[in-house]
């Protein structure tokens, strides 16, 4: 039986900061696509999953990404991609969220990143400002399950079975959306049921089917 829905933040309640990140490559003359290229790379311990987990701050990003970012052959500095991450809302997602509210338990699972000004900036892979407008939608989940307050980010299983453990809920009793395969496949492994979204209308349709009750 299902009780909750989880949904990761950018990428599915937002559009993909992947287009910015290629929009910037293509006005730098850089190829296409290596930003996401340096985020792959060593993915558990690059600058990207440190700065998710805490583990450094924004200074620290800012200089290690262009380390990496030199082994590639090019030099960027951390905090212009940072300026790239904000994605666009998706009302179709949000009307979504607010036609389950109630009836089931809701969670946003993000792996985000936090600021010396200690404003969150949330980011599935490359990352979306949780800001403003953004702060409502927060609102309408039970609860939210950030990396860089648990230590923790996807794909890690700890991840889930930890936001399992907040929703009060068994991985069995979860459907989970996600943009990236990374992030599913571990959450499918536990025995939650999965949805990748490509785009929204799809992803809200295979939803509907699992729930049983219409959200569109």
């Not at 937002?14 to 792959?40: H, V, W």
């Not at 509210?101 to 969150?120: A, F, V, Y």
């Not at 996600?178 to 571990?186: H, M, R, S, V, Y």
Request: with cysteine; glycine share 6%.
């Amino acid at each position: 039986m299902i009780k909750a829905v989880f949904w990761d933040f950018g990428g599915v309640i937002t559009t993909s900061p992947f287009d910015s990140f290629n929009i910037y490559e293509e006005s730098q003359n850089l190829p296409k696509d290596l930003i996401r290229t340096i985020n792959s790379t060593n993915p558990d311990n690059n600058a990207w999953a440190k700065l998710e987990r805490s583990e450094i701050d924004l200074e620290e990003f800012d200089s290690l990404f262009e380390v990496e970012s030199r082994q590639f052959g090019h030099s960027i500095p951390g905090k212009q991609i940072l300026s790239l991450v904000k994605g666009q809302i998706r009302p179709k997602m949000v009307k979504a969220i607010r036609e389950i509210k109630d009836k089931l338990i809701q969670g946003c699972l993000t792996n985000n990143i936090q600021s010396t000004e200690d404003q969150e900036l949330e980011k599935d892979n490359v990352g979306t400002a949780i800001s403003g407008t953004n702060q409502e939608i927060m609102g309408l989940f039970d609860f939210v399950f950030e990396s860089s307050k648990e230590n923790v980010r996807k794909p890690d299983p700890d991840f889930y079975k930890l936001a399992c453990q907040k929703g009060g809920v068994n991985p069995h009793e979860v459907i989970f959306l996600d943009d990236l395969g990374i992030n599913l496949k571990p959450a499918k492994a536990l025995g939650m049921k999965t949805i990748k979204v490509v785009k929204s209308k799809n992803a809200l349709l295979e939803l509907q089917t699992f729930l049983k009750f219409r959200i569109i």
